[in-house]
């Protein structure tokens, strides 16, 4: 299930796309798993993407949702997505428990970044809340806040807000990205022999899957290699 | 009446009036084109001025630019090629206006892009400065194709002029005068032989 916020990924710039009523397909992830690309890529209304969805895992009133709020089943998409990834974990207890606190973590950036994007006001619709049920719990949700995110992911307040002045949320989500690294490295030494080793492995594999796209978008836009090596997180 | 034909009009009353005449229109023509070039000269100066902001404007569009790189090399080509096509593009149209009797193409902006679906600040902040340097560029092009046009019009205008002042002119009034004097000849050439006769 890991591999598939890919597909999700994939999806959810589908959505876009048809939001923007864009002829031009429009870039996708080499990656499907429940819906091949090109069938994907031919879904031209919400109505359609919905209907390939309903026999799927994903499946979303992806209309309903968007009737509401546009950003509704972007948000959605990626809640779901951390609700089969924590049902999927086929692991020990223990492990289970380590692995769930690092997915928690994940999901809690995911948040940050909706809290960015839609403000904390608009999140506290019950519809939204309900929806966001797998990134916090619901009846927390209500008394959420920037600051009390910022404790739980352990990043600097301050710093936030000052990025937040400047509209830089990829360097927020970046510091958080990075500390999610940093915590999963800490929690996989400590549980060398167990899942959570392996866990912290796929972790690294997506970072570098990551570092490497930046890489290569960097080449490609003639970037500084200084501009680019900022952008990549490094393995603690 | 081309300058060559000129040597070969018949030196007759009737030609000097005609010539004279013509010098007159010739010379009431320079002043008009004269008039007109002081005007030209008087509104690309104005043009001109605004168009030293350009390096500026160009400083700002390669940072906007640069923003949006940076943006998409941290976001990913996906999010950021979906995020991007969430914009309703610009609608712009290029008509042809007068400035001071010349047609100049202009492009005029009938539709501003949309940002309303692009709800990430930090994409909406970038696409907004972008749009705006955009907007102060093509504010810039339209001046520049304006000069453009108008110091044309004004190379063309002094051409005119210049060959009014040194060629068309001169050898309209040395006409005159070589006309004027071959009739006063011939008068007095007829004044002689009528004396002649009278004795």
Not at chain 1, 29 to 36: A, E, M, N
Not at chain 1, 153 to 171: F, G, P, R, T, V
Not at chain 2, 102 to 124: A, F, G, N
Request: aromatic share 8%.
């Amino acid at each position: 299930m890991f591999l598939e916020e890919l597909e999700i990924e994939n999806i959810k710039a589908k959505i876009r796309s048809i939001y923007g009523s864009r002829e031009k397909k429009g870039y996708l992830y080499p990656y499907s798993h429940f819906i091949s690309l090109t069938i994907l890529k031919r879904a031209a209304t919400l109505y359609e993407l919905e209907k390939l969805l309903e026999k799927t895992p994903l499946k979303l009133p992806l209309r309903k949702l968007a009737k509401k709020n546009p950003q509704l089943p972007l948000l959605a998409l990626d809640s779901l997505y951390y609700i089969l990834l924590k049902n999927s974990l086929k692991v020990s207890r223990d492990s289970r428990k380590e692995i769930l606190e690092l997915i928690n973590y994940e999901s809690l950036i995911k948040l940050l970044y909706w809290i960015l994007v839609i403000g904390k006001e608009n999140l506290r619709n019950r519809e939204i809340l309900s929806i966001l049920k797998s990134l916090y719990p619901k009846e927390r949700a209500l008394t959420i806040s920037l600051e009390s995110l910022a404790t739980k992911l352990k990043l600097d307040y301050n710093k936030i807000i000052n990025n937040l002045k400047l509209n830089k949320i990829s360097e927020i989500l970046l510091l958080a990205e990075s500390n999610l690294i940093k915590r999963a490295k800490h929690k996989a030494l400590f549980n060398a022999i167990t899942a959570v080793y392996v866990y912290y492995y796929m972790l690294l594999c997506r970072n570098e899957r990551r570092n490497l796209e930046k890489i290569i978008i960097g080449r490609e836009l003639k970037l500084s290699p200084q501009v680019i090596l900022s952008s990549l997180i490094y393995p603690p | 009446m081309g300058l060559t034909s000129l040597r070969y009009l018949p030196a007759s009353r009737g030609t000097l009036l005609k010539l004279r005449r013509q010098l007159e229109l010739a010379k009431r023509g320079k002043s008009v084109l004269e008039m007109r070039r002081d005007q030209l000269v008087k509104e690309i100066f104005t043009l001109i001025d605004r168009l030293k902001e350009r390096p500026k404007i160009e400083e700002k569009y390669i940072k906007a630019l640069e923003d949006l790189s940076l943006l998409r090399l941290k976001r990913g080509e996906v999010e950021f090629f979906s995020i991007v096509s969430l914009v309703r593009p610009p609608v712009l149209e290029v008509l042809a206006i007068s400035i001071e009797g010349v047609s100049v193409p202009q492009i005029k902006i009938l539709r501003k892009p949309d940002y309303s679906l692009v709800k990430d600040p930090e994409y909406r902040t970038l696409l907004e400065n972008a749009w705006q340097v955009i907007e102060e560029l093509i504010e810039v092009t339209n001046i520049e194709i304006a000069v453009e046009k108008l110091c044309a019009q004004l190379s063309y205008i002094n051409r005119v002029v210049n060959s009014l002042e040194e060629n068309f002119i001169p050898k309209l009034e040395e006409t005159i005068r070589y006309i004027g004097e071959k009739i006063e000849e011939e008068m007095l050439e007829e004044f002689v032989r009528l004396k002649n006769i009278a004795r």
